[in-house]
């Protein structure tokens, strides 16, 4: 694997993420020594899905150089698919379950039709929607969860890329996806309820025998494998004439366009692949929650996104991810509200309301100060290293 050899970082990141996963397992309450409560693996688990969602961004934005403020969209849509197969088998369970006293027997269209009646009667409609008609299959939900997301990302992209759209033009115009997407999404009449969204995500149909203390642990270990493997695929990505290529464009659009290379098949290709990554990504972060819905896709999620890549580091993978890391953990500690308040006497400082401008100011002083982030720290560590 020349991967391993080319990118140093990537046998560390491994490393690293093979420790931390067996440390959390044997910390567990399913099959540890109990010192992580249920709930705080599963905020370990989501946070590692954020983590494969700024790694996705870096590649997009810190290698191709489109700051894409729409990607959170793709890990939205990725969870809303997840989601309408969680939903409908546990729904269909429970409707079983209600219809097993009856009389005679239901046949399988009235347990269809409980099911449809169950799910969408909350926003006044009857029967399966037609986006439903995968959400009974496993197999096509998996597949859709890869297909969904490329295919929005591959659309848009050939739309955007063909016509040369750049800069921040670009940006506003993924910002303007991601606001109809959301928008849409708030309507009842869209078949995936509205602002009701998709709840109940976290029963996992025929695991009813094992607990949640359980199955968070699984949704972690399956966090972690998708993170790593997405890390050795994106540092693949990077490396190599393919990568140089990647970065040529970032920073001379123009130059590796005369050089004969077609410059919008390399950024579409990025685009769809970091599109997929996210899909993934909300697939595994959604039944961890428990919920999602239209909020979730709002725009200031996926700015959320490049500011945990600036903090990080933009154009390093492990930055991406370090960024990706404190954020979402500062965020869960501050907005879960363990962080005691400042009384300054005219007032007093709530962290609840006050994070997004620590955050906000976190980011305004990395950009000015430290514009490579806490990368850059892992940087200069490493030329003193070889000093």
């Known amino acids: 694997m020349q991967v391993f050899t080319r990118n140093r970082s990537v046998p560390i990141f491994i490393g690293l993420l093979t420790l931390f996963t067996i440390g959390v397992t044997v910390m567990s309450e399913a099959y540890g020594a109990g010192l992580i409560s249920v709930s705080f693996t599963k905020v370990l688990g989501m946070t590692l899905c954020l983590c494969l969602a700024a790694l996705a961004m870096d590649l997009v934005w810190g290698y191709c150089g489109i700051l894409s403020l729409g990607h959170f969209a793709f890990f939205g849509v990725g969870g809303y698919v997840i989601g309408m197969w969680l939903m409908t088998a546990r729904t269909e369970a429970v409707v079983r379950a209600n219809l097993e006293a009856a009389v005679i027997p239901p046949t399988q269209a009235e347990v269809s039709d409980a099911t449809a009646l169950q799910i ?105 494998l998708a993170l790593g493997l997405s890390y050795v695929a994106a540092a693949w990505v990077v490396s190599g004439k393919f990568g140089s290529i990647v970065r040529g464009i970032r920073d001379d659009e123009q130059r590796v366009r005369f050089l004969g290379y077609r410059v919008e098949v390399f950024k579409l290709f990025v685009f769809t692949l970091t599109g997929i990554l996210c899909g993934i990504a909300g697939a595994l972060y959604y039944p961890q929650a428990g919920i999602i819905n239209p909020d979730e896709i709002a725009p200031i999620a996926s700015i959320y996104l490049a500011v945990w890549v600036a903090i990080g580091g933009r154009g390093r993978l492990y930055g991406a991810v370090i960024g990706a890391a404190l954020v979402s953990l500062l965020s869960t500690y501050f907005t879960g509200g363990r962080a005691p308040d400042v009384n300054l006497g005219l007032f007093t400082i709530e962290w609840v309301d006050w994070w997004p401008v620590l955050l906000g100011l976190g980011f305004v002083l990395v950009t000015l100060f430290a514009p490579k982030g806490l990368g850059g720290l892992v940087d200069l560590l490493d030329r003193k290293k070889q000093s």
């Open 120 to 224: 969408f009667s909350v926003v006044g409609a009857e029967g399966w929607p037609w986006m439903w008609a995968a959400s009974g299959s496993l197999f096509l939900t998996l597949l859709l969860i890869v297909l969904v997301p490329g295919a929005l990302a591959l659309v848009f992209g050939w739309l955007a890329f063909r016509s040369r759209v750049t800069g921040v033009y670009l940006s506003i115009l993924t910002q303007a996806f991601t606001l109809a997407l959301s928008l849409y999404l708030f309507q009842n009449d869209t078949g995936l309820r509205g602002n009701n969204g998709l709840s109940g995500l976290q029963n996992i149909p025929g695991a009813d025998r094992f607990g949640q203390d359980q199955i968070s642990v699984w949704f972690f270990w399956a966090s972690a």
